[in-house]
């Protein structure tokens, strides 16, 4: 179930009666585990036996690394839960991707050969929880942590349902300890919780949804050839888009969690006042860059063998982030072009160690970052290379048989919601929410929190998937 | 991606946070170790005061928005929701394949009424007819759905049915993916918010009453106005013309001058000749999608429900009745009531031209029924 439904809400109703309730540790975890099979379930039940398998295959794996005594048997163990994991992401995410590419190789060739279509159902957030499992072990392989105590806490900690489907993707260390004495959210924790829920839920249903989505669809899923101020527009408004539905589900995720008790860690920070395309990393899903830094850069070797094998690595990792996202060769131009941005930056870097920016140099360097994302933006939303072409050729306004496709309506509203994120991004960059929340007159805290939900309610979201579900 | 050692530099990216006291790492801080327990600090604030200002607020604005709707005109009612179309879709797989089934654009959804419908017939007809939408993917649905053996009226709405237009296109692959939460998320909506509040209803939503302004029109872009509500629904998708298109004359003008803006050739609208290819391409869908239903002994009847005044006009201009639903008859072989060609169809009051009023629809759907009953399925009581 997705959170911005009327079913979630009924859900995690009972969710915190049946937490809440004098039962012992064991038990409310149980609870806990159940409902998050539920929640998982409630898509597609059958759906929920991969997750089991995900879960006992790095389970054995775990306990296999602990009691190997050759290095040879370590690998086993490690390869072993790696194949797993990623033969199922491969299957369900990619099979149909692979057999179009290689359909077309062989057509390429000369060789007349048309499969059937798979039809391959794509379970929701298998991209998320296999990530989560796989740095179970490899964290085990690679000694930096114990393995969990118990199955129950280990299960809990794949399926916990705040971070199950699109993250934050959570390591074992962070949440598996939560589990080993008993916990129960103070007052302020489930008030402060249920804020950051309805922060969440604004982002997604009201910004994200109702705003932003329509305008980057009038022109991405249209056959109309857009100008600049169209192609610009719907650009930024995905990129607005994006980041409030996302953000919008890391924050719900850890307003959820922080109910319960529990604390996730912070996701996003604040990226369209990045400051150059590492910054933007640091701030930009933090949990699946540093994942992908932890779990794959620095086995590439990361900047540990000389400067040529440094960018191979730099994008080699960003090409397979780009393609975890989709399995369409738009998401690995994507990453490519954020590797590319990457490897010059490091470059420029290298070659101008002791340039420090002044401040209107910091704010031009920040906008020119944002303007070159929504470049990359441009290949993450347009569902092929052909549309990813007529956008870009508007935002340079070189389609010259252009006509204009949104009302001042929708102009209207990505200058004043798209400005008023940027500009708030800017704000809060050296900030976190609680220190602002912290300083601000109740009385303004208690108008925005009303106002928030106030909107949401009469939004009337029709209970849209997230967008990073897909991944 | 950061690597150690830039992770270590300290450089204008970095605004220092030491004078922020909630500032805490992040794992984009810490590579290549394990990642400790997350900080989820509170901030310092009285809570429960915030929480209890928080609910009374929310309560006011709502209850004042809720109170502004009402004072519109609006009732709480039925949501007209891809939900509540696949309920009456899975009728057919759930025991009742033998039942008439209601398949059209608007005009069958608001103007063929099933309470009228089963006091003659004795039973109620499943409506799947929905706005704005050709009903050839229905057809072609129920085509291929062996468990239907029932009996199948299609609307025709000419500039819907002969374009191919789907407003609603979603609702067919909808039903068919709609999980477990989403069947118990149209459940409670139905037993809770709809049975309260007056503004839960599409047209009233956020977005769409702001985007109905009066905003600067931009030079080159074709004045485009959305529909507005026009119609309640029930529970099993028996549904009317609203009151306010039928009694309020200022309503009824804003819904009029919506269909106005249709009638205006625009830039974009297809050429004659591909208009043309267009129908003639419906016509095919509807022709495989009979035969295959008639093989089965499904009876299809296609009905082209009243429409007057500029509408009608628009619809004769663009689709003839000779290209389109002669054609259509003729093609597919299957029978057809044009109202045109029942005087007791006549004479109906249709308040933005396209559907009939509460009263005439009831008055349109005796007629309808009685030369169904008496002209194509007579043995059917």
Same mark, same amino acid.
């Given at each position: 179930?997705?959170?911005?439904?009327?079913?979630?809400?009924?859900?995690?109703?009972?969710?915190?009666?049946?937490?809440?309730?004098?039962?012992?540790?064991?038990?409310?975890?149980?609870?806990?585990?159940?409902?998050?099979?539920?929640?998982?379930?409630?898509?597609?039940?059958?759906?929920?036996?991969?997750?089991?398998?995900?879960?006992?295959?790095?389970?054995?794996?775990?306990?296999?690394?602990?009691?190997?005594?050759?290095?040879?048997?370590?690998?086993?163990?490690?390869?072993?839960?790696?194949?797993?994991?990623?033969?199922?992401?491969?299957?369900?995410?990619?099979?149909?991707?692979?057999?179009?590419?290689?359909?077309?190789?062989?057509?390429?060739?000369?060789?007349?050969?048309?499969?059937?279509?798979?039809?391959?159902?794509?379970?929701?957030?298998?991209?998320?929880?296999?990530?989560?499992?796989?740095?179970?072990?490899?964290?085990?392989?690679?000694?930096?942590?114990?393995?969990?105590?118990?199955?129950?806490?280990?299960?809990? +900690?794949?399926?916990?349902?705040?971070?199950?489907v699109?993250?934050?993707?959570?390591?074992?260390?962070?949440?598996?300890?939560?589990?080993?004495?008993?916990?129960?959210?103070?007052?302020?924790?489930?008030?402060?919780?249920?804020?950051?829920?309805?922060?969440?839920?604004?982002?997604?249903?009201?910004?994200?949804?109702?705003?932003?989505?329509?305008?980057?669809?009038?022109?991405?899923?249209?056959?109309?050839?857009?100008?600049?101020?169209?192609?610009?527009?719907?650009?930024?408004?995905?990129?607005?888009?994006?980041?409030?539905?996302?953000a919008?589900?890391?924050?719900?995720?850890?307003?959820?969690?922080?109910?319960?008790?529990?604390?996730?860690?912070?996701?996003?920070?604040?990226?369209?006042?990045?400051?150059?395309?590492?910054d933007?990393?640091?701030?930009?899903?933090?949990?699946?860059?540093?994942?992908?830094?932890?779990?794959?850069?620095?086995?590439?070797?990361?900047?540990?063998?000389?400067?040529?094998?440094?960018?191979v690595?730099?994008?080699?990792?960003?090409?397979?982030?780009?393609?975890?996202?989709?399995?369409?060769?738009?998401?690995?131009?994507?990453?490519?072009?954020h590797?590319?941005?990457?490897?010059?930056?490091?470059?420029?870097?290298?070659?101008?160690?002791?340039?420090?920016?002044?401040?209107?140099?910091?704010?031009?360097?920040?906008?020119?970052?944002?303007?070159?994302?929504?470049?990359?933006?441009?290949?993450?939303?347009?569902?092929?290379?052909g549309?990813?072409?007529?956008?870009?050729?508007?935002?340079?306004?070189?389609?010259?048989?252009?006509?204009?496709?949104?009302?001042?309506?929708?102009?209207?509203?990505?200058?004043?919601?798209?400005?008023?994120?940027?500009?708030?991004?800017?704000?809060?960059?050296?900030?976190?929410?609680?220190?602002?929340?912290?300083?601000?007159?109740?009385a303004?805290?208690?108008?925005?929190?009303?106002?928030?939900?106030?909107?949401?309610?009469?939004?009337?979201g029709?209970?849209?998937?997230?967008?990073?579900?897909?991944? | 991606?950061?690597?150690?050692?830039?992770?270590?530099?300290?450089?204008?990216?970095?605004?220092?946070?030491?004078?922020?006291?909630?500032a805490?790492?992040?794992a984009?801080?810490?590579?290549?170790?394990?990642?400790?327990?997350?900080?989820?600090?509170?901030?310092?604030?009285?809570?429960?005061?915030?929480?209890?200002?928080?609910?009374?607020?929310?309560?006011?604005?709502?209850?004042?928005?809720?109170?502004?709707?009402?004072?519109?005109?609006?009732?709480?009612?039925?949501?007209?929701?891809?939900?509540?179309?696949?309920?009456?879709?899975?009728?057919?797989?759930?025991?009742?394949?033998?039942a008439?089934?209601?398949?059209?654009?608007?005009?069958?959804?608001?103007?063929?009424?099933?309470?009228?419908?089963?006091?003659?017939?004795?039973?109620?007809?499943?409506?799947?007819?929905?706005?704005?939408?050709?009903?050839?993917?229905?057809?072609?649905?129920?085509?291929?759905?062996?468990?239907?053996?029932?009996?199948?009226?299609?609307?025709?709405?000419?500039?819907?049915?002969?374009?191919?237009?789907?407003?609603?296109?979603?609702?067919?692959?909808?039903?068919?993916?709609?999980?477990p939460?989403q069947?118990?998320?149209?459940?409670?909506?139905?037993?809770?918010?709809?049975?309260?509040?007056?503004?839960?209803?599409?047209?009233?939503?956020?977005?769409?009453?702001?985007?109905?302004?009066?905003?600067?029109?931009?030079?080159?872009?074709?004045?485009?106005?959305?529909?507005?509500?026009?119609?309640?629904?029930?529970?099993?998708?028996?549904?009317?013309?609203?009151?306010?298109?039928?009694?309020?004359?200022?309503?009824r003008?804003?819904?009029?001058?919506?269909?106005?803006?249709?009638?205006?050739?625009?830039?974009?609208d297809?050429?004659?000749?591909?208009?043309?290819?267009?129908?003639?391409?419906?016509?095919?869908?509807?022709?495989?999608?009979?035969?295959?239903?008639?093989?089965?002994?499904?009876?299809?009847?296609?009905?082209?429900?009243?429409?007057?005044?500029? +509408?009608?006009?628009?619809?004769?201009?663009?689709?003839?009745r000779?290209?389109?639903?002669?054609?259509?008859?003729?093609?597919?072989?299957?029978?057809?009531?044009?109202?045109?060609?029942?005087?007791?169809?006549?004479?109906?009051?249709?308040?933005?031209?396209?559907?009939?009023?509460r009263?005439?629809?009831?008055?349109?759907?005796?007629?309808?029924?009685?030369?169904?009953?008496?002209?194509?399925?007579?043995?059917?009581?």
């Amino acid at each position: 179930m997705v959170f911005n439904s009327l079913t979630f809400v009924v859900f995690f109703a009972c969710v915190l009666v049946l937490y809440n309730l004098p039962l012992g540790w064991t038990a409310r975890k149980v609870n806990l585990l159940l409902a998050s099979y539920l929640f998982y379930a409630a898509w597609n039940p059958p759906f929920v036996i991969l997750l089991w398998v995900s879960t006992v295959v790095d389970w054995y794996a775990a306990q296999g690394l602990v009691k190997a005594q050759r290095q040879s048997a370590r690998h086993a163990w490690m390869l072993l839960s790696v194949v797993a994991n990623l033969g199922m992401l491969g299957y369900f995410k990619y099979g149909q991707f692979l057999l179009d590419n290689f359909t077309s190789m062989l057509n390429a060739m000369g060789v007349a050969y048309q499969p059937a279509h798979a039809d391959i159902v794509l379970p929701v957030g298998i991209s998320f929880y296999t990530f989560a499992t796989m740095s179970y072990t490899l964290d085990v392989y690679l000694r930096r942590a114990a393995p969990a105590r118990n199955l129950l806490d280990y299960a809990l +900690f794949v399926t916990f349902f705040p971070h199950l489907v699109a993250g934050p993707i959570m390591r074992p260390t962070e949440l598996v300890p939560q589990f080993a004495e008993p916990r129960r959210a103070n007052a302020d924790q489930l008030r402060f919780g249920l804020a950051l829920m309805t922060l969440g839920l604004f982002n997604k249903v009201v910004l994200a949804d109702s705003f932003l989505a329509s305008v980057a669809e009038k022109v991405y899923d249209s056959d109309k050839i857009p100008g600049a101020l169209d192609a610009w527009a719907a650009t930024l408004a995905f990129s607005g888009q994006i980041f409030c539905d996302f953000a919008g589900y890391s924050t719900t995720a850890i307003g959820a969690a922080l109910c319960l008790g529990f604390a996730m860690p912070d996701n996003f920070r604040f990226p369209y006042a990045a400051v150059g395309f590492s910054d933007f990393w640091r701030r930009w899903h933090i949990t699946l860059s540093s994942w992908l830094r932890d779990y794959l850069y620095i086995p590439l070797g990361g900047n540990r063998h000389g400067e040529g094998r440094t960018y191979v690595a730099l994008m080699g990792t960003m090409l397979l982030g780009g393609l975890w996202h989709g399995a369409n060769w738009t998401f690995v131009v994507w990453g490519g072009l954020h590797g590319f941005y990457l490897g010059v930056e490091r470059a420029l870097r290298k070659r101008f160690t002791n340039f420090r920016p002044g401040p209107i140099a910091l704010i031009l360097l920040g906008l020119l970052t944002y303007a070159l994302i929504n470049l990359t933006w441009v290949f993450f939303r347009a569902k092929t290379f052909g549309k990813a072409w007529v956008v870009l050729n508007g935002m340079f306004g070189l389609n010259a048989l252009a006509k204009p496709i949104l009302s001042s309506f929708y102009l209207i509203s990505v200058a004043l919601i798209v400005g008023g994120i940027v500009t708030t991004h800017w704000y809060m960059r050296a900030r976190t929410l609680e220190s602002v929340v912290a300083r601000a007159h109740p009385a303004a805290i208690a108008s925005v929190w009303a106002l928030l939900a106030f909107a949401i309610v009469i939004a009337q979201g029709s209970g849209n998937a997230f967008i990073y579900f897909q991944f | 991606m950061t690597t150690h050692a830039e992770t270590a530099v300290a450089d204008a990216r970095d605004v220092p946070m030491a004078e922020d006291e909630y500032a805490r790492q992040t794992a984009s801080d810490r590579p290549g170790v394990a990642q400790p327990v997350p900080e989820r600090p509170v901030p310092n604030q009285p809570w429960t005061r915030i929480t209890v200002g928080a609910i009374v607020l929310f309560v006011l604005l709502l209850g004042s928005w809720e109170a502004y709707w009402r004072s519109y005109g609006a009732t709480p009612g039925t949501r007209n929701s891809e939900g509540l179309w696949a309920i009456q879709r899975r009728r057919i797989d759930n025991g009742e394949g033998d039942a008439t089934v209601l398949l059209g654009s608007s005009r069958v959804y608001f103007d063929v009424q099933l309470p009228v419908w089963e006091k003659l017939a004795g039973k109620r007809p499943i409506q799947l007819a929905i706005e704005g939408t050709t009903p050839l993917g229905m057809l072609e649905d129920l085509a291929a759905d062996q468990n239907f053996h029932g009996r199948l009226l299609v609307g025709v709405a000419p500039q819907v049915f002969f374009s191919g237009f789907a407003y609603r296109g979603r609702v067919l692959p909808y039903s068919r993916t709609e999980s477990p939460a989403q069947r118990v998320g149209q459940w409670l909506s139905m037993h809770s918010v709809e049975r309260v509040f007056a503004f839960f209803d599409p047209d009233f939503a956020l977005a769409t009453v702001l985007r109905r302004q009066a905003w600067p029109e931009l030079p080159g872009r074709p004045a485009h106005m959305d529909v507005r509500k026009l119609a309640v629904t029930e529970a099993d998708r028996a549904t009317h013309i609203w009151e306010k298109v039928e009694n309020d004359t200022d309503y009824r003008e804003i819904t009029r001058s919506v269909w106005r803006k249709e009638f205006v050739p625009g830039e974009d609208d297809p050429p004659r000749a591909k208009r043309d290819e267009k129908s003639k391409e419906q016509i095919a869908r509807a022709v495989k999608a009979v035969a295959a239903l008639r093989a089965r002994g499904v009876p299809v009847l296609f009905v082209r429900p009243p429409s007057s005044g500029p +509408f009608l006009e628009y619809e004769n201009r663009n689709w003839p009745r000779a290209q389109t639903w002669d054609a259509l008859l003729a093609a597919t072989g299957a029978p057809g009531i044009h109202f045109e060609d029942y005087p007791e169809m006549q004479g109906m009051e249709l308040p933005e031209w396209s559907h009939l009023t509460r009263a005439d629809a009831e008055r349109y759907t005796a007629a309808l029924y009685t030369v169904i009953a008496r002209d194509f399925w007579p043995e059917r009581k």
